[in-house]
């Protein structure tokens, strides 16, 4: 144990005397500590922004006048996607899907405003985050700062007199992975604090934070072995540099890049325009609401007057319009929750097949797992959707509901004729009001971790493969001794 | 010749020649065939929707041109907009698997309409693609580093530099025929693939031969840096580790800094404001006094003061004119939401003149006609076609003309 501790401990001491060591650190280091506060500062500023449009659209909303319900049904609403608290480590998808949606009648819009296409292509060069400076620069400081850590003791001699004192090759290993390992626990520590600041002053959940905590620990041991095992395998130090250069730029530039080219290409998606021409489709040939001659619009009629035992429309109790509405929309819907859902495992699949390419690069492993954990990864932006759309026809079925119950049927037909219907048929506001607003519920953190259990498994692959590959450098250097 | 020759033949001997520069060769081909396929799909998605979309107005003809009312043709017709790939586009697919490149409008209030999302798969487009600009950008450098950095150190620790020094006729074009031979042939293979990726997406030959030229001028940038971090004579260890960290500084610590200082500078969120504020514009309309709804619509469109008058509580003539001031209610918006974007273009053409790297990419892009700007001009030509669409359709509803199943055919066409 005291071998271990003396050859890490000479190991810093290295670290600490060398100009380049002192430099990547001291960079990278500031790097966190800018990446950790400006992701704070711009979560809560995006989370308060969107919080102040949503009560603007709130207030909006109940403050509208006395209307005809279908008009409110045009009026719409908007919704928007609060930023959960661990956004501000790893704000994952949130720059590229839009926050804002329009909800209105008929209709499925997307969701806008996102702030990758309101910024340059600066914004595909990657964000400066917390999760991108541990993901991407961590391991070329740890590469940096390692690569020569058993290569130059071998290059200078130093090796088999180490050897000489009778101390195991895997002491060696061991020593100088506990040296690389302290140095990664340092790069980790800003990320660390700023969890810790997420957890105690804007309630992030405390087990959300330290599986992410976990994950990246778990990600920079795989760097920390590498790094070591290569420079005990390569013939030199210089080697050892470019080959984990290489490993570097392959597994953290190069994969993560390619991957969704192949995802994209494996599964191609529809253009909303395809689609919505699709559902205008689908909609004429399940039932055309213009042409009186409809056949599944006159079997509702004559469902409907049998239903209220009358024979017809005027004398029913309720306003047929109101109902005509109802159904429309009920058809409508159902169209769209049809349509998205096959969108919706198009990406499912595209997602698993890019993941997968985890296995060739622990880069991707982590990104999953932590944009999962986090709640900024698609999964999370499709609750948003799905719960944006059942918000949608709650309220426009609400208001249609309105239509047919407190608006007469007469009134709805002459209102365009009779300025004394058209004043009759704009209900009281206080109808609007009565309108619930719309709170997104985040998924719950059983969800978050089955949605990050791929990547955390992969992760967990690439340690032991780190693992397995430091007991293979021992073997070597046990044999080269 | 023969000098060149040979060294050519002592280059290629070295372990790490040849691999770097097959890599170069496989990844630059790479990205150039995943840039066409893409490409070609963008053109797919094109020419597939036209049927549909020509079916899709069919439809909305044969039953509303029956009844002949021009404000239900005007409101049930959507008219196909689409941004056709520049042929250099396979070079860098930039926002283009971001923002819509098909989007259909109607002659409704625009502002609602134009800044509708494609759906798209947000994590996979996150990473960024693997374009021929992205190997360029970031790979090439990369590589010139493994061929160059130790130029002159492993001549030096080999101990073999004095004696080439004394044995070349001149030093000078000695070190120069090594370094044009490393950098060059290394250009050569990034260069290859992409030219007969022009020749096979119909690039013109000026246009290719100018990104030839960046391509060429930024990797000529990094050799200058390779040759001075090698005036420092330290070992070739150093000077990788120097290399890798100006690497990694200049393609993607700086630009990820700059990103964080030109966004939180120019803070754009008039996006937001402006829809919110033209829905309510817009619905504002339905209670506002017909007869001043008409006259600010007059101001704007004085030809229909003859024709604006209707009688009764609904007519598409009011209908219409307030759906257009919608629009205009918010003119002021529009303009600086734009004005915001093409700040933040702006700053980043700025940081391009210090980052060799934010320039490339800036003018690869704006070369393949990808970027911001040529978003903003898509939605430019959006804007031009929503205007004539609307000229199309005021004279049938202010003259209210019956609007015939021939009438569709007359409206006016996106040309691509």
Not at chain 1, 240 to 257: D, K, N, Q, V
Not at chain 2, 215 to 241: D, F, G, K, P
Not at chain 2, 351 to 376: E, F, K, N, Y
Request: aromatic share 10%; proline share 4%; hydrophobic share 50%.
């Amino acid at each position: 144990m005291s071998a271990l501790r003396l050859i890490a401990w000479n190991e810093w001491r290295l670290i600490r005397r060398s100009a380049v060591a002192r430099a990547a650190l001291f960079m990278l280091l500031a790097l966190s500590a800018i990446a950790a506060f400006t992701s704070i500062a711009h979560r809560d500023e995006s989370d308060a922004l969107r919080a102040r449009f949503q009560a603007q659209a709130d207030a909006e909303f109940d403050g509208q006048p006395a209307r005809h319900p279908h008009r409110m049904v045009h009026y719409g609403h908007f919704v928007f996607r609060p930023l959960p608290a661990l956004a501000a480590f790893d704000p994952g998808v949130d720059a590229f899907t839009g926050s804002a949606i329009f909800l209105e009648g008929h209709r499925q819009n997307s969701a806008n405003f996102g702030d990758v296409r309101q910024s340059s292509l600066l914004a595909r060069f990657g964000q400066l985050t917390p999760a991108f400076v541990l993901q991407v620069l961590g391991p070329l400081v740890l590469v940096f700062i390692g690569f020569g850590t058993i290569a130059r003791e071998r290059e200078s001699g130093t090796l088999r007199f180490l050897k000489a004192q009778g101390i195991a090759a895997r002491t060696l290993l061991a020593g100088k992975a506990l040296a690389i390992g302290g140095i990664a626990a340092l790069l980790l520590l800003p990320a660390l604090l700023s969890l810790g600041w997420l957890v105690l002053a804007e309630q992030a959940p405390l087990s959300g934070a330290l599986l992410l905590a976990a994950c990246y620990t778990a990600y920079l041991a795989f760097w920390v072995a590498a790094v070591v095992a290569a420079s005990a395998i390569a013939r030199d130090a210089r080697s050892a540099l470019m080959a984990l250069l290489g490993l570097w730029a392959l597994t953290t530039i190069l994969m993560p890049r390619i991957a969704p080219d192949i995802a994209l290409a494996a599964t191609p998606l529809q253009t909303r325009l395809e689609t919505d021409i699709a559902i205008h489709e689908d909609l004429r040939r399940i039932g055309d609401s213009h042409n009186p001659d409809d056949r599944h619009f006159a079997a509702f009629k004559a469902a409907t007057l049998a239903r209220y035992g009358v024979t017809s429309v005027e004398d029913l109790p309720v306003n047929y319009r109101g109902l005509l509405a109802m159904e429309g929309e009920r058809i409508t819907a159902q169209l769209f929750g049809e349509y998205a859902a096959d969108q919706s495992s198009r990406q499912r699949r595209q997602g698993a097949l890019a993941t997968g390419f985890g296995l060739l690069s622990p880069a991707i492993a982590l990104r999953s797992a932590s944009m999962a954990l986090a709640g900024t990864d698609l999964d999370g932006h499709q609750r948003f959707l799905d719960q944006a759309e059942v918000y949608r026809y709650a309220i426009v079925q609400g208001l249609n509901r309105l239509q047919a119950e407190a608006v007469t049927y007469a009134d709805d037909g002459s209102r365009n004729k009779d300025p004394e219907a058209a004043r009759r048929v704009r209900i009281d506001p206080r109808h609007w009001h009565d309108v619930p607003d719309f709170t997104y519920r985040a998924a719950p953190l059983a969800e978050r971790v089955q949605a990050a259990a791929p990547g955390m498994a992969l992760l967990l692959f690439w340690l032991i493969a780190g693992v397995f590959t430091l007991r293979f450098a021992a073997r070597r250097i046990a044999e080269a001794l | 010749m023969s000098l060149l020759r040979q060294e050519l033949r002592l280059f290629l001997r070295q372990r790490i020649a040849l691999p770097a520069l097959l890599l170069m060769l496989v990844l630059s081909a790479a990205s150039v065939a995943v840039g066409l396929a893409e490409i070609a799909r963008q053109h797919d998605v094109i020419a597939r929707i036209q049927p549909k979309q020509a079916q899709d107005e069919g439809t909305v003809a044969a039953w509303a041109g029956k009844e002949g009312d021009a404000g239900n043709a005007a409101y049930y017709t959507f008219h196909a907009t689409w941004d056709t790939p520049s042929p250099m586009a396979f070079v860098a697919l930039g926002q283009r698997d971001v923002a819509p490149f098909v989007l259909r409008v109607r002659a409704l209030a625009l502002e609602g309409q134009i800044h509708e999302n494609e759906t798209y798969n947000a994590e996979l487009a996150l990473p960024g693609r693997f374009d021929w600009a992205f190997v360029l950008t970031y790979l090439a450098p990369l590589l010139l580093i493994a061929l160059l950095h130790d130029l002159f150190s492993s001549e030096r620790e080999a101990g073999r530099a004095v004696l080439l020094a004394v044995m070349a006729r001149s030093q000078r074009s000695l070190w120069l025929r090594r370094i044009a031979l490393r950098a060059g042939l290394l250009l050569l293979a990034l260069l290859v693939p992409f030219v007969v990726g022009a020749a096979v997406s119909g690039t013109p030959g000026s246009q290719a031969a100018l990104v030839g030229a960046i391509a060429a001028a930024y990797l000529l940038l990094w050799t200058l840096v390779c040759l001075a971090v090698s005036r420092w004579r330290q070992s070739s260890l150093a000077n990788a580790a120097s290399l890798a960290s100006a690497w990694l500084a200049i393609t993607l610590v700086l630009p990820g800094l700059a990103l964080l200082a030109i966004n939180s500078a120019i803070p754009v969120q008039q996006g937001i404001e402006l829809t919110l504020a033209q829905r309510e514009a817009v619905h504002a309309g339905w209670d506002k006094p017909k007869a001043a709804t008409m006259q600010a619509f007059l101001r704007d469109h004085p030809e229909w003061k003859d024709k604006a008058a209707f009688a009764g509580g609904f007519h598409w003539k009011w209908y219409y004119a307030f759906q257009h001031l919608g629009d205009r209610a918010v003119d002021s918006k529009v303009a600086a939401y734009r004005a915001g974007l093409e700040a933040r273009d702006a700053w980043t053409r700025r940081t391009g003149w210090i980052l060799p790297s934010v320039g490339l990419q800036v003018a690869i892009h704006r070369l393949a006609q990808t970027d911001l700007a040529a978003q903003i001009a898509y939605q430019d030509r959006i804007r031009a076609f929503h205007a004539a669409l609307r000229r199309f359709y005021y004279p049938y509803i202010f003259s209210e003309t019956p609007f015939r199943e021939a009438d569709f055919a007359k409206a006016p066409r996106w040309r691509g």
